[in-house]
């Protein structure tokens, strides 16, 4: 088992499949601010938010994010995969005993998938009708960013 070494020096028991010669170090944190906006909406309007605990929430989010991604990580390498999936994570969720949060982690990973690819299927749609408008009205040419048409002589 290998570990997890913090930016703060101390070590967190590492995934369960990654070998001993992996030796991960936290280099870059979750943006402060988005820290900031997230504890802002679970406290009262009046209360400060100090800038050591707004710190302290940031590094504790981010090593529990790369907790969570080296186990699911460890998952896919095991399997001869190179890319983790959300499937991977939640996943990890379960598999790091985050029992409680794995249901509505799965829940909220099933709506954005149906969301997303209803996005695809629109942005497929519309390039379609861009595409049979286009041969509709061949004599329209599309250039950089203006539009001029042929004469008609």
């Given at each position: 088992?290998?570990?997890?070494t913090s930016?703060?020096?101390?070590?967190?028991?590492?995934?369960s499949g990654?070998?001993?010669?992996?030796?991960?170090?936290?280099?870059?944190?979750?943006?402060?601010?988005?820290?900031?906006?997230?504890?802002?909406?679970?406290?009262?309007?009046?209360?400060?938010?100090?800038?050591?605990?707004?710190?302290?929430?940031?590094?504790?989010?981010?090593?529990?994010?790369?907790?969570?991604?080296?186990?699911a990580s460890?998952?896919?390498?095991?399997?001869?995969?190179?890319?983790?999936?959300?499937?991977?994570?939640?996943?990890?969720?379960?598999?790091?005993?985050?029992?409680?949060?794995?249901?509505?982690?799965?829940?909220?990973?099933?709506?954005?998938?149906?969301?997303?690819?209803?996005?695809?299927?629109?942005?497929?749609?519309?390039?379609?009708?861009?595409?049979?408008?286009?041969?509709?009205?061949?004599?329209?040419?599309?250039?950089?960013?203006?539009?001029?048409?042929?004469?008609?002589?």
């Amino acid at each position: 088992m290998s570990n997890l070494t913090s930016r703060l020096g101390y070590q967190l028991p590492g995934p369960s499949g990654v070998s001993s010669e992996h030796n991960f170090c936290i280099e870059e944190t979750l943006p402060e601010a988005n820290i900031h906006r997230i504890m802002r909406e679970v406290v009262s309007p009046d209360t400060n938010i100090s800038k050591p605990s707004r710190q302290c929430v940031q590094m504790a989010a981010t090593e529990f994010l790369m907790y969570l991604t080296a186990e699911a990580s460890a998952k896919c390498e095991k399997e001869g995969r190179k890319a983790v999936s959300g499937e991977d994570i939640l996943w990890s969720i379960s598999q790091l005993g985050f029992h409680r949060y794995s249901e509505p982690m799965r829940v909220f990973h099933h709506r954005h998938h149906i969301i997303e690819s209803g996005e695809r299927q629109q942005k497929r749609r519309l390039e379609q009708e861009r595409l049979e408008e286009a041969e509709r009205y061949p004599k329209v040419i599309k250039t950089n960013s203006t539009r001029s048409t042929e004469s008609f002589h």
